[in-house]
């Protein structure tokens, strides 16, 4: 089995070539398998290796400082696993889970249109029609990542009785559309994009969670986890590798890289010591909130200084720099609530001086 260091530098190696929609990190995830990244959250009872809360996030912020793709896809196909590890259905579980131990299965999540998308619509975006035998799911799911690589997707809808349930739905089903994935700023081998549900009946025994109030309030997850920003400063440790690459040739730009350098450190440590805390309430710095909002403000400042420090050179296409200030971007738009939506806008608009966005300034 390969090291989480060797799956690493195979990742970094092969991270410029996952630039177009064309592309998928098939040979990525068969490294993953191989290394055992795959079974990080599946119960031994279903031949999987889970992992604990602090060596989960430590080993996201060092896959993602190798290769956000292809960690990004990883996060979403375990977003789906984690629905279906905390579902209260044992047989749905024992039909799943062992198949996704390798990387031979795919599963991903459609949940954004329950949580971050779509808020302010009056209807609901997907509509799941309760029967006597199941459901029948109507509307669109917004954002799925890899859904054309998918056997399965956990998404959910809204009941005419005004409850959520989340399901695990076969993507063979009748009525289910598979559009193609849209063209991004970044991150464009995810093949990220909307899936059509028309009139897809799908069982009570495919039921993960609900139906109830909130369903995604069942079995942990949601917007901002501390799964986002272990990706965020994953990414904004691979820009501070890149200035300091810069700055052995430079040594002016030790002063620019030894303070970021800093605060990716202080994030990532906060980040482990929250994931075990048992605080209640958490202190500010430890919240899923600031560390997301932090971790934001970082990967967005360290790829900057990172294509600052590369000049025209970092400008060019097939340069890191320019993918990292790129891919930097996608953490304002992802999983991200609207709270620290407004906490880096505020950055962006100076109501916070650059002296008081640490994590204690409410900024
Ligand atoms: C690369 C990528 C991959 C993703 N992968 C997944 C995935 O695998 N699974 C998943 O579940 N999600 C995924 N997401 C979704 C993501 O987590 C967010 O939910 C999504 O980015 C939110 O953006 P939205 O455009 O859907 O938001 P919306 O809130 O729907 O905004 C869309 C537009 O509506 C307008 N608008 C917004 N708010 C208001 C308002 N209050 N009043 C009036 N107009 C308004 C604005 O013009 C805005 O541009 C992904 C996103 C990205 C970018």
């Known amino acids: 089995m390969n090291s989480l260091d060797d799956l690493c530098r195979q990742l970094k ?59 990004f896809v990883l996060t979403q196909r375990n977003a789906a696993i984690q629905r279906i590890v905390t579902s209260p259905n044992t047989d749905l579980k024992g039909y799943l ?45 917004p954002w799925v990542t890899g859904g054309d690589r998918a056997n399965v997707i956990v998404t959910g809808g809204t009941t005419q009785y005004g409850e959520q349930v989340l399901l695990a739905v076969e993507t063979d089903c009748d009525g289910v559309e598979m559009r193609e994935p849209v063209s991004m700023l970044a991150l464009n081998a995810s093949r990220t994009g909307s899936i059509g ?15 109830t109030d909130n369903v995604m309030k069942q079995g942990g997850g949601g917007a901002g986890t501390h799964t986002t920003s272990a990706l965020a400063i994953g990414h904004a440790a691979s820009a501070v590798s890149l200035l300091q690459s810069e700055a052995e040739r430079r040594p002016e730009l030790n002063e620019i890289l030894e303070p970021i350098a800093a605060d990716v450190a202080e994030v990532s440590s906060h980040l482990s010591e929250a994931v075990v805390s048992n605080e209640d309430p958490l202190p500010e710095h430890l919240t899923a909130e600031s560390l997301r909002r932090r971790s934001n403000s970082l990967a967005l400042r360290a790829s900057q200084a990172a294509l600052a420090a590369s000049k025209g050179a970092g400008f ?48």
């Open 316 to 363: 060019v296409t097939g340069h890191p720099a320019g993918r990292l200030v790129a891919e930097a971007m996608f953490f304002l738009v992802w999983s991200c609530p609207a709270p620290v939506v407004m906490a880096n806008l505020r950055e962006f608009a100076s109501l916070c001086s650059p002296g008081e966005q640490s994590w204690n300034s409410g900024c």
């Open 97 to 141: 889970l062992p198949e996704l131990v390798d990387d031979s299965q795919f599963v991903t999540v459609g949940i954004s249109h329950l949580t971050t998308s779509r808020q302010h619509w009056k209807q609901p975006t997907v509509a799941a029609e309760r029967l006597d035998g199941g459901f029948i799911l109507q509307g669109e799911i």
């Open 13 to 71: 190696d092969r991270a410029e070539t996952l630039n177009s929609i064309d592309a998928w990190p098939r040979e990525q995830l068969a490294a993953m398998a191989e290394a055992g990244v795959l079974s990080w959250l599946i119960p031994e009872k279903f031949g999987g290796k889970e992992v604990s809360a602090v060596e989960l996030t430590a080993g996201y912020q060092q896959l993602a400082a190798a290769c956000l793709t292809s960690t």
């Open 197 to 211: 549900l028309n009139q897809v009946f799908v069982p009570w025994t495919q039921l993960l969670h609900g139906p």
